[in-house]
């Protein structure tokens, strides 16, 4: 299977000639498939979803997640399911047997309609129990060209060869102008029997809920109910544009409940940076309706004499219990560094079949590294903050308050957020946003923001009208078409 993707962007004539072109001529990620992703993720915003996890869904839409066939570490690692999913879909297929179509899977409890459509692009129903079907894998390569005009120049090009689930590899490369370069690449392989995987280049560590071992990508705000808690990836592959991850070798094994994952990062000296070397490792036991995990990471540099010493060394135990749709979940790390604890802890409830009500706190100290973190946070790392947070879903309506003080300020602050899809028929929606912070001992203590968005979905094309209104410092707003 081969796909050639280009996508261009700019003011310039020819820019957008080539930008209807290609639109015409070429399979892009449909705007559905944006909407699906930020429901798996519980995301409010498309314009918070960032290109490497973009990226990601695109590599699983072109190799589904096996849900007959996978083990619960294997589901897990995917990051499309939470601990008390996958416990339902083992129960499931144990008691009725593999699950057949996206309706039946819309019935296991955890799941429902809206999150099984989301699912639809990145889920096989593959069976050994239907004929005519063999799990032969198939090899795919991917090639793809995006060109930038910001004003200057940005090339981005990407090879990526699948070969089902045992195998992959990929190489990227981009430039800005004449100035900056960069690559990423890797080669992974998955075993038969103790192996889960095995990966060379960059790859992406995501374990408990972000506090000691935790690379690349990380939500921050409180939006749904399922963004107050993490899904760990284990060892992941990358075959983004972005570098954010680490570069070195890692691994991850499975020994019946146990499961067993070793990295070794290496950033080697250039530009006067000396050379660094991040070892980490994480040792999980999986139970039916939970699982408890062990990470600890380091980041160890050259010094001036030639020997290595660490600026950063973090241990962190989390434990995660799922049971009858309620979400328990919580990590203590420690930072040995800076000699500091942090910590979180939450639980996520079910309210009927269409109602969810989830509650966080959280304590990261100041000294508490940012380095590997990957926690809900409000601000930009998860350090220096102690935070209370509740939110409310029911089918599309979503309502949030986040209570979050600066240590070091001794700054007190509360966010209030309030989304709703309305769908209006026709293949219209209509999405109306209130959010209000209100920081206490600041002379710009009160923001108030309204927005709606009116869109119009129908493949492959969408269209949608944003109103915005911003009151701060001043008065603001804001108005766009976008096709």
Same mark, same amino acid.
């Given at each position: ?155 981005? $090009?990407? &090879?990526? =060869? ?5 195998? +992959?590899?990929? @190489?990227? %490369?981009?430039? /800005? ?78 020994? $019946?409940? &146990?499961? =067993? ?5 290496? +950033?080697?000296? @250039?530009? %006067?940076?000396? /050379? ?79 109602s969810k009500i989830g509650l966080l706190g959280r304590y990261y100290p100041p000294s508490y590294s940012k380095e590997l973190t990957g926690a809900v946070k409000s601000g930009t790392y998860a350090r220096d903050e102690a935070a209370l947070s509740l939110s409310f879903e029911r089918k599309a309506l979503v309502l949030s308050t986040d209570l979050y003080r600066k240590l070091t300020e001794g700054r007190d602050q509360v966010k209030f957020l309030a989304t709703h899809d309305i769908a209006l028929g026709g293949n219209w929606t209509i999405k109306p946003r209130m959010s209000v912070r209100y920081r206490r001992g600041s002379d710009l203590d009160l923001k108030t923001e309204l927005r709606t968005d ?30």
């Amino acid at each position: 299977m081969n796909q050639m993707h280009f996508t261009m962007d700019g003011r310039r004539i020819s820019a957008l000639i080539i930008i209807l072109y290609l639109a015409l001529s070429a399979p892009l990620l449909e705007a559905q498939d944006l909407t699906g992703i930020m429901t798996i993720l519980g995301m409010q915003e498309e314009e918070l979803l960032p290109e490497q996890e973009v990226e990601r869904f695109e590599h699983l839409a072109r190799n589904p997640v096996e849900i007959n066939m996978y083990s619960a570490s294997r589901l897990l690692a995917s990051g499309l399911f939470s601990q008390y999913q996958v416990a339902s879909l083992l129960d499931y297929r144990s008691t009725y047997g593999d699950i057949l179509s996206i309706e039946e899977l819309s019935s296991v409890d955890g799941f429902g309609k809206p999150l099984a459509e989301a699912l639809r692009p990145y889920v096989s129903l593959y069976s050994k129990a239907l004929p005519g079907q063999t799990g032969r894998p198939v090899l795919k390569t991917e090639t793809s060209l995006r060109m930038v005009f910001r004003p200057e120049a940005t090339y981005k $090009g990407k &090879v990526v =060869l699948d070969y089902g689930t045992r195998a +992959s590899a990929a @190489v990227t %490369g981009s430039s /800005l102008g004449d100035r900056k370069y960069g690559y990423t690449f890797h080669a992974a392989m998955s075993g038969r029997r103790h192996l889960d995987r095995l990966v060379v280049g960059d790859f992406n560590a995501r374990f408990g809920q972000g506090l000691a071992l935790w690379s690349g990508f990380s939500l921050s705000g409180i939006a749904a109910p399922s963004s107050l808690y993490r899904r760990p990836t284990g060892i992941s592959p990358s075959s983004s544009y972005s570098t954010t991850g680490l570069r070195g070798v890692a691994a991850s094994l499975s020994f $019946g409940r &146990v499961t =067993l994952s070793a990295l070794s990062g290496m +950033s080697l000296p @250039v530009s %006067g940076k000396p /050379l660094s070397v991040t070892p980490g490792v994480n040792i999980g036991y999986l139970m039916k309706y939970g699982q408890f995990s062990l990470s600890a990471a380091g980041n160890f540099k050259a010094s001036d004499s030639g020997t290595m010493v660490y600026d950063m060394l973090k241990i962190g135990l989390d434990a995660r219990f799922c049971f009858k749709g309620t979400d328990l979940f919580g990590e203590v790390g420690t930072d040995l560094s800076g000699m500091s604890m942090a910590g979180l802890g939450g639980a996520v409830f079910r309210i009927g079949d269409d109602s969810k009500i989830g509650l966080l706190g959280r304590y990261y100290p100041p000294s508490y590294s940012k380095e590997l973190t990957g926690a809900v946070k409000s601000g930009t790392y998860a350090r220096d903050e102690a935070a209370l947070s509740l939110s409310f879903e029911r089918k599309a309506l979503v309502l949030s308050t986040d209570l979050y003080r600066k240590l070091t300020e001794g700054r007190d602050q509360v966010k209030f957020l309030a989304t709703h899809d309305i769908a209006l028929g026709g293949n219209w929606t209509i999405k109306p946003r209130m959010s209000v912070r209100y920081r206490r001992g600041s002379d710009l203590d009160l923001k108030t923001e309204l927005r709606t968005d009116i869109s119009w979905n129908r493949v492959p094309w969408s269209q949608t009208v944003r109103v915005d209104w911003m009151r701060y410092v001043g008065n603001g707003f804001l108005g766009y078409y976008e096709l």
